[in-house]
């Protein structure tokens, strides 16, 4: 757990009950040709009794000003938290960091 400004408990260590598939990545993520290659967002959301996450808001995105913020934001609806943490902590109430990394990379032709 890490404590944010103003006093609010926020759980780094929740534990996932439902994440979205590699497809949803695919289909919300802004298709670009600008050589991103390694995209890191992260919300602090509230987890609600039974798992739906609420009232996020944008923590990190890197890289900045591309709309990968934003595109992750869609996939918010996608991931529910269990009522514990991994680390024994009372989820529900609580503010939930959630991480993103996605890394892209590029396919090779077959020869």
């Known amino acids: 757990m890490e404590l944010l400004r103003g006093g609010q408990i926020t ?4 534990s996932w009950i439902e994440i979205p598939a590699t497809s949803d990545f695919q ?3 802004p298709k ?13 959301c509230t987890a609600q009794e ?3 996450l609420t009232d996020c808001a944008l923590d990190r ?5 591309q709309g990968y913020g934003q595109a992750a934001l869609a996939l918010m609806p996608k991931f529910r938290v269990g009522a514990w943490s991994a680390d024994g902590q009372p989820t529900y109430g609580a503010k939930v960091r959630v991480p ?6 590029q396919v090779q032709a077959a020869r």
């Open 11 to 14: 759980v780094l260590n929740p």
């Open 50 to 52: 039974g798992g739906a």
């Open 61 to 65: 995105e890197e890289p900045a000003g």
């Open 32 to 44: 670009t040709e600008n050589g991103v290659n390694s995209i890191r967002v992260a919300y602090i």
């Open 100 to 105: 993103i990394r996605y890394e892209l990379k």
């Open 27 to 29: 289909t919300a993520l």
